[in-house]
């Protein structure tokens, strides 16, 4: 089988949506990781309805599947990076945050996303973990529920820092419905399994998967070619367990260079599965 590729325009941020969707598509992508922002399809917008039925209508033209991300940095709180979350100690917060998730699984159902990829959030100082577990689980529970109702896959991102961090705070949480977002890159900052492990011991669970190059133990995003992540092995594994939803690129840091970094980032991943091809002739 053939994976297919997307690109994150967490990495395109500063293109405009409509140019950055362009930029993906000539350069020969499958599909879009859409992370949903103040100038890529603002969830809070008076015509969020209609702007997302426009974009579903270019993705559609174009060819492309999608990926929604909810990974903005200031999408709620301008004075605040990521907050608040589903972890926060303000119910009213926690609140917010899942009302912005029920609106990206509505926009999700528009774009007919494949799934719907966020995360836990990071406890504040003074927060008891065991409480925050709490709020967590009856965040989640609201937020499966409603994608379920709406057709759309919701999957939580282990991240590194975060409330669920590893693969085990992930599979321990058993929330029903509950699918994984797998950051292969993730892996190898916390150091708990091997990237192509954890695809293979997880796939049954995987809702969407996102790949990059990382260093070991350092929590930041890098080109192919600049970490330790063995990209024709994670391919591999994806392609050993049939994997055939989109797996996508997460380069946030190169979006002064997407124009170049895209068009690469493909050539890369595309040669790296003709030698892996050759390879099994």
Known sequence: MSLRFAYNTNGTAHHRLDDAID???????????????????????????????????????????????????????PRAKHEPTLVSGDAVGRARRIGFLKRAVDIGAILHTEALSFWAGVPKPGIDRIEAGRWLREGLTEVVAYAEAQGVVPCLEPEPGMLVETLDDFAALAVPGLTLALDTGHCLVTGEREPAAAIHEFAGRIGTVAIEDMARGVHVHLPFGEGDMDAPGVLDALNAIGFSKLVCVELSRESHRADVMVPETLAYLQNCRKHATENHA
Do not use: K, M
């Open 23 to 77: 930029l993906i598509a000539d350069a020969g992508y499958q599909g879009v990781a859409l992370t949903l922002d103040i100038h890529h399809l603002d969830p809070f917008a008076d015509n969020w309805v209609q702007e997302a039925q426009r974009v579903s209508s270019r993705l559609q033209r174009l060819g492309l599947g999608c990926v929604i991300e909810t990974g903005a940095r200031f999408l709620l709180d």
